[in-house]
């Protein structure tokens, strides 16, 4: 029996994760969930965090947990409410693309057709998302997420939980601030600040 999982979060996320680890040849015990409506997600029982947790039998067999949420900001809840609890492990499809040269964080999921290249710094519970690219030395911090098709030039910086939207272009050096939001398809060539939301070609701060 490989190494056990359970999934944190029934979602849509959720599937994409547990389709990760079974095609990593990984043993998928459960999805944890407080949803009292949900019993079943993809086949899988769903099981509220109290009984998780007091599980003795799952306890013993030591498995690795992944937060399968995508709201950046409720990831960031649940690990820190959970990491004295919890050993949190790391899902990269087979055919996602990563330098041997790059580190990723524990609870960071790496999805299909992603590509990581060398000296790249992932986090923690980061979403790597379908086709997105980070070229070579990009830091990226804690609970981000890089949306499908997104593409990040060398040395790019991205700071806590910010989100960078589908099919956006970072240039080379730019730094994305904590908790920023970068738009789908936006083209940024300047530094994004925490918690500014960029939109358009040239990216450009939103304004409420």
């Not at 994409?16 to 009292?36: S, W, Y």
């Not at 499809?93 to 580190?103: E, L, M, N, Q, V």
């Not at 990226?140 to 272009?169: F, Q, R, S």
Request: proline letters at 4%; a neutral charge; charged letters at 20%.
């Amino acid at each position: 029996m490989g190494q056990a999982y359970i999934l944190y979060g029934a979602s849509g996320h959720g599937s994409v994760i547990l389709d990760i680890l079974e095609q990593e040849g990984k043993d998928i015990l459960f999805f944890i969930d407080d949803n009292p409506n949900l019993i079943i997600f993809d086949q899988l029982r769903v099981r509220p965090s109290t009984e998780a947790l007091a599980d003795i039998s799952i306890k013993s067999v030591s498995p690795n947990y992944i937060i399968s949420i995508g709201s950046n900001i409720i990831r960031k809840k649940i690990a820190e409410e959970t990491l004295a609890k919890y050993t949190f492990g790391k899902g990269v499809h087979p055919r996602a693309i990563i330098s041997p040269k790059a580190k990723i964080g524990e609870g960071t999921v790496v999805v299909a057709g992603a590509v990581i290249n060398a000296k790249s710094d992932i986090g923690k519970h980061v979403i790597i998302n379908t086709h997105a690219s980070v070229d070579h030395d990009c830091i990226i911090h804690d609970y981000v997420h890089i949306a499908p098709n997104a593409t990040l030039c060398g040395n790019v910086t991205v700071g806590e939980g910010a989100h960078i939207g589908a099919g956006a272009t970072i240039k080379q050096g730019i730094h994305i601030g904590a908790w920023a939001i970068v738009g789908a398809g936006a083209v940024v060539i300047r530094d994004v600040p925490d918690g500014a939301t960029v939109i358009g070609n040239p990216a450009k701060q939103k304004t409420i």
